[in-house]
Nanobody, 118 residues
Framework: QVHLVESGGGSVQGGGSLRISCVAS????????MGWVRQAPGKEREGVATLESDGTITYADSVEGRFTASLDNAKNTLYLEMNSLESEDTAVYYC????????????WGQGAQVTVSS
């Protein structure tokens, strides 16, 4: 069974930085797509970044220029480096993956809480 486990969440002051990671296991083939999705209380889920198998990385407008997603194939680990964090970035961040395209996502991690204080 595929498992995605996030880590690295925490609290940071506005303007600060944080790096979260996701370790994938239990899969036989490379994912077609991986990404990060976040959900804040009272808000709909928002796709943060998607990484396609051809190397294309797409970011949400709200994080473009501030967040950087990357994949370490050797470690089966997906990262999200977040800079210039704002209070609006406070959310639970989910690592997601798909074996048949990007949407809808087939596999979800349990989430990492990121809290940005003012």
């Amino acid at each position: 069974q595929v498992h995605l486990v996030e880590s690295g969440g925490g609290s940071v002051q506005g303007g600060g930085s944080l790096r979260i990671s996701c370790v994938a296991s239990g899969y036989a083939y490379d994912f077609d797509c991986m990404g990060w999705v976040r959900q804040a209380p009272g808000k709909e889920r928002e796709g943060v970044a998607t990484l396609e198998s051809d190397g294309t990385i797409t970011y949400a407008d709200s994080v473009e220029g501030r967040f950087t997603a990357s994949l370490d194939n050797a470690k089966n680990t997906l990262y999200l480096e977040m800079n210039s964090l704002e209070s609006e970035d406070t959310a639970v961040y989910y690592c997601v993956a798909g074996e048949d395209g990007c949407m809808p996502w087939q596999y979800w991690g349990q989430g990492a809480q990121v809290t940005v204080s003012s």
